[in-house]
C-alpha cells in the first residue's frame, strides 16, 4: 500500500543534526532530486545531539500537527554500527523512517502501532556509496522520498517482523508516600520542563487547578501553584499547568524553571500538595 | 474580499519562537493541514523573545520583499490574558494575523492602513482545544492558512472597529541644542545599530555626506564619518550610513557598533557634528 | 541557453547572513516575488562571516547533492566596493551566482568549468534602489530568480571573459620528511576537522586503514588509529577516517579533535605513521 499524501506528498523531517552546518540542506537536496514533488516539512533540527528519547518526544508530540505523508528523523548516535538496523515503518497511512533505536517507537505507538516495517539498510533507493556516518543524507533522506513518491515499504527494503523493532522505555511517574515522584522528560528554550506526571496523579496526592504545591529537585524545593496560564501566579513565581502537549509542566512566570529547581531532562521532581 | 494571492498562496511568517523547540515546524505542518497549497515564507524567527517592538519593525521592513498574501506574526508576551485580542486585518490585498498588541500595527500603518479587522480569538478555524500557551498553533496559523486558501475576514472572525487596534508608539529623535537625541531601534548579528534619526534632521545639525560626527551613549563617545559603505572608514573606525531598510545606522568597519558603543535597543545615543 | 530544471525550478541558497536576522527571509521573499514558482533550498547559512574559503568548499561539496537548477551563493566582504564583481557562471545545465571574489569557483572548476559569465552589477534584474550593504536582496536573489523563469545568463547581465573569473587557492597538503603536512580546512559542530590530506598522501607515508599515527598540531600531539567509524576506536580516542565528503578527516570519538588538537580552519597538522 502506498502511503496516502495529501495534494503534493509530505515529509516531515525531525534530526540533531542543527543548522551549524549543511547537513539537513544537503537532506533537502537529496529529497528534491528523488521526489521533486514532495514538500518537505522541518519540524525540527535542534534535538539535542545524540538524545533518542527527547527525540522519540518531540516526533510523538509533533505528528498530529502533521499532514499524513512520510515522517523522516534521525538521530543516531550508533550510525554505522553493524547492530543499528535502518528501517521503515508503516502506521496506517504514515510512514516513519529512520534508525531502529527506539526514536521512532513512541510515534509509531500513538499512531496505533506499526503495521508493516521493513529492514533499509541495504535499500536500492539508497545513494552509492553509502558513507559510514551520514546515513540521513545515503540512506533514511532518499527511502523517504521514494517512499514520498508513491512506492511502498517492500518497494525500498527487506521485511522485518514488526514484533523485533527496538521499543524506548521512557520514565513513568510513581505515586509514593502522597507525593508523585516524576521525572523531567524535556525542557524548551523558556526552560519550562515537561514531566511525565499524569494529572489523574497529582489530583490523587491533593494537587489540583488552583492549589498549592511544593516540587523538590535534590536539594533544592520550591513553593508553586497550579494554573493555566502564566499570569495566575506572580511573577518569579512557579507554576504548574498543562503544557500545549497536554502534558503537566512546571514554568517560572517570566523566568526559568529548568534554572530555579537547576533541572535537566532525566532530573526526579518530587511533587507534593501543601 | 479574499486575500489576492501569486500562482500559490503564500504565508509569511514572523516569530519570537526561535529554532531551537518544534514550535515553527508544528505551525509550518498546521498550515499545511489547512491549507496545502500554501508557501510559508518564514521571514525570521529570531526577534528577542517577548520584543513586540522590535517585532513590529522587522515585519514593517521586511513586507515589501515579501509577495501579497497572508502575513502571519507572533510575538506574543500577554497569550492567554483576557485583554489580549487575537486578530486578522485586511489592507489592501494584504492580511496581517497575530496578536492586537502592536505588533502588526507599524506593518498596517506602512500597507496605508487597516481596512478591517476582525477578532479571531473564537475563530470557527481555531484548532480545539486552544491551549493556553500556544496561540500560534491553536489560532494564529490555521487562521493564516484559511484566508491564505480563499476564506475571507468575516469567515475566520468577529468583525472590530480598526479605530480599536492597539497601536505602537516608538521612540522618536529629537533635534535638540545643536545635536540629534536618537535611540537605537535595533541592532543585528553585526553589531550594526539601526536608529530613528531622519536624515532631514541629521543635516539639520551639520552632519552631512562624507563629514565627521560624534555619537555618546551615557558615558562612552566616538568620533565616526558619515558615508555610504564600511569601506570608507578605516578598519575599527565608526560610520553612520543608510542601512539596507533606508534608516540611519552606527557600523563599526569589522568589529561591532553596540559592542564599541556598549548600547543596545532602547539606548540613547546623542549625534553632533565635529 | 536556459538553465534546466525539474518539475519546478530549484534555487539552492548558501551564506553568510545566519538565521539571527531576516536576511534569509527577505531573500526568499525577493524569489518568490520574482518567480513564485522557483522552490528554494537553504543548503547552510551558518558559513563563518565573511570567510569565503569555508562557503567555497561547502559550495562545492553540496552541490552533487542538489537538483541540477540555480545555484545562490552570497558571502561578501567586500561588498559595495568597486572592484569585486558581481557574476552569474553558466556551468553546463546549471547556473551559479554570487559575488566574484572565489566563492563560486571551486564549484565551478568542479562541475567541469564554467561555460559563460556575466557580470550582473548592472543587471536589469536589481531592486531598484540598490543598497551599498545588502546584494544578497538587491542583485544576486533577483537575478537568480530570473535564471530560475527561465531567462538566459544575457538577459540578466554583461558577458565576461570566464578567464577573468576570481579563483581560488585553497592550501595543499604536501608530504614531508615522511610526514605528511596538512591544513585544516573546515570542522563541523562535532569539532570534526576536515583535512587536504589525499589517502594516496596518506598511504605513502605509512598510514594505512588499521594502523596507528600521530596528529601534531603546534606544541600539540596526539596519537589515533586510521579507521572507519568512530565505534573503530575506544571512547574519547583519536580516528583518522574518510568523512561524508569523501575527504581525510580527524574525529574524537564522543570528544572534538577541534578541541583536542586547539586546531581550526587553517591550522597546520602533521601527520606521522607510528
Chains 1, 2, 3 share one sequence.
Not at 523493532?165 to 521525572?183: D, N, S, T
Request: charged fraction near 20%; glycine fraction near 10%; aromatic fraction near 4%.
Amino acid at each position: 500500500m502506498a502511503i496516502a499524501t495529501q495534494a503534493a506528498p509530505v515529509i516531515s523531517f525531525l534530526s540533531d543534526y542543527g543548522l551549524e552546518d549543511e547537513f539537513v540542506g544537503v537532506c533537502h537536496g537529496v529529497i528534491a532530486r528523488r521526489c521533486p514533488e514532495a514538500r518537505v516539512i522541518d519540524i525540527t533540527h535542534a534535538i539535542p545531539p545524540q538524545d533518542v528519547s527527547i527525540g522519540a518526544l518531540v516526533l510523538r508530540d509533533s505528528l498530529a500537527y502533521m499532514p499524513a505523508g512520510v515522517h523522516l528523523a534521525v538521530v543516531d548516535p550508533t550510525v554505522g554500527r553493524p547492530d543499528r538496523r535502518a528501517v521503515a515503518i508503516r502506521c496506517g497511512e504514515r510512514a516513519l523512517v529512520g534508525p531502529d533505536n527506539g526514536l521512532l517507537w513512541l510515534a509509531a505507538e500513538k499512531l496505533g502501532g506499526p503495521d508493516a516495517a521493513v529492514d533499509v539498510g541495504g535499500s536500492p533507493e539508497r545513494l552509492n556509496p553509502v558513507s559510514s556516518t551520514f546515513h540521513g543524507r545515503d540512506v533514511f533522506a532518499p527511502v523517504a522520498a521514494a517512499l514520498a513518491c508513491g512506492l511502498t515499504l517492500t518497494d525500498v527494503g527487506e521485511e522485518i517482523e514488526v514484533s523485533g523493532l527496538r521499543a524506548l522505555a521512557l520514565p513513568e511517574a510513581e505515586v509514593r508516600e502522597g507525593a508523585v515522584v516524576a521525572h523531567v522528560l524535556r525542557s524548551d528554550r523558556y526552560g519550562n520542563l515537561i514531566l511525565d506526571a499524569s494529572f489523574p496523579a497529582l489530583a490523587q496526592v491533593g494537587i489540583e487547578a488552583g492549589g498549592a504545591f511544593t516540587a523538590r529537585a535534590g536539594e533544592r524545593a520550591l513553593t508553586g501553584r497550579h494554573g493555566d496560564t502564566f499570569a495566575d501566579v506572580g511573577a518569579g513565581a512557579l507554576l504548574l499547568y498543562m503544557d500545549a502537549s497536554r502534558m503537566a509542566a512546571l514554568a517560572v512566570n517570566g523566568g526559568s524553571a529548568a534554572t530555579a529547581l537547576a533541572a535537566r531532562p532525566g532530573a526526579e521532581i518530587v511533587l507534593r500538595s501543601v
